[in-house]
């Protein structure tokens, strides 16, 4: 029998190369006068940019432009929401990653309501967002954090006492989501790497959450297969291979859903007090944790055959297997070295490259949460999952 579930709304989806052309059409019929956010660097040098901006000003909008360089933190979104919340903005559009993503979501949502940013952050302010908003679209540029599926903000402050942290509403789930794979094809290497780990972490770990479901299950599933085949492929030939761009891409949007639905785990519980302490890029710091996380998770589950997580472990190791007609557990020791492959074919940084060291191991898992990581390890075996990566 299959178990009850919920499932919420998404954003409206448009899917597919030379999607993006459908922009101006989709931002006029919401309002006229537009702020667009995009990132510092690629999608400019690729021409996107340019396309872009030109083909809203041709569609008669009044356009404003800002550019998010780094992972938002409150003073930035503030800053931004102080200069537009007179100005009588009616749509925000978003193109870049993640962080792009995110920040045009809090925008979108501290525009209509008072105060700043923090004061509404879960864990950090007082106040209870209303869900007041002005329509959000989102057009990602890399294919990684699937914030255009989700109805959470990350915005960061770095330092001794930093955090990440979301602003979060079920309102919040962008109106439309336009995914292009060409829009992919100019994310520098290091990137795709980054991001791809962490659409791969939250598909792993939505996959094995406590809170899965059928229909996360599924997509989890379908999206995993997609990493295993397109993610290197991404890495090595990204720039001309439209076919791994669009896996990846469909693969980071079903990591939006399935997180939004499942929740996340060990490696997700890492990246927030990670990326608070210090300036690690979120994609690596996941991707950076996936292999020793997952070893000890499947050291901790090998006396329990039954678990639901093993069973699902077996089944994610054998997609990942070069090999058949095996025992499970050879399955499973070859996927826990594939992690570990993959990791460094796709030369994810060491954590100790942004400036962790082991007399800060401790503090970080102090700070760290499973989320719904269906095994608990070790302060021990969580000491050492960042150990090694120093
Ligand atoms: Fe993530």
Redesign the pocket.
Known sequence: MIDSFQFSSLPEIIFGAGKRHELAAAVNSRGKRVLLLTGSSSIHNSGHGEEIISGLKAANLELEHEVIAHEPSPTQIDQIVEKYRSAGTEVVVAVGGGSVMDAGKAISAMIPVEGGVREYLEGVGEKKHPGDKIPFIAMPTTSG?GSEMTKNAVISEVGEEGFKKSLRHNNFIPELAIIDPEMMLSCPAKLTAASGM?AF??LLESYLSTRANVMTDALALQGLKHIKRFLLRAFLEGDQNLEARSGMALAAMFSGITLAHAGLGLV?GF?SPLGGFYHIP?GVA?GSLMAPVFASTIDNLLEQTDHPAMKKLIIISKVFADFKYKHDMEYLQAFKEKLIHISSLLEIPLLSEYGLKEEGVQKVVEHTSHKFHPVTLTKTQMADALKIRI
């Open positions: 954090t962490d972490s939250q997700h990246a979120h996941c």
